[in-house]
């Protein structure tokens, strides 16, 4: 296979999978009109979210894309009314915090928006490892973010001169954020440290001021 066709392979089962997602296949109830099958299952939901992170580490350029999906299927678990729930959340942070698993802007931004989605989740247990506190952007963890956000120090910096466009709020006027496939990690983690949807309370209100100049200074 050449490396032309090895692409076209990858990013084939990257939107094949990421259409199945936002189709709501993967949590749908019921058969499906065709067949006497159950629609969605916790095996096909996890061979979705155990694809979505090898198709992530297999290609450094694929990573985001990869990442942005997962974000969307776990939003859709998140939503679902399956019987499987429960275990299907136990299974996604399983995948994603297992030992040995190293971190990257994606999964930094992945583990804010599982915060918002599952605050009753322990933690402290899945994050103890590497951050000192379970707040990630507290200022005990703020050298570890910086390092974690270093490979995309470009971005970083290009962030803090002019607000996010292509569907991304101004992170100085607006207290809600979108997410999308070509700023996953910095809609996340800039636009005053919320994830995609999620709500702006005042105790964070500092952040563009204060961490992300800390932030670009220790990145650099």
Known sequence: MSGQEERDNLFARLFGITSIVHSGLIVRNGTLPTSSTSASSLESYELVVTTLIALGEKKSWLREGAWWALVSAIETLAKSEVGWKEQGVQL???????KGTGWTPEKLALTLRLQALFP???????????????DILSTQNLKVVANILKVRSSILLNCAAAPFSSGVSSFRGRSRVECSPRNLETSATLCLGYPPRFTVTPRRKCFSQWFLPRLLELSR
């Open 92 to 98: 996604t942070l399983g995948s994603i915090y297992a």
């Open 120 to 134: 009753e989740e322990d933690w402290g247990l899945l994050l103890s490892s590497v951050f000192k506190n379970t």
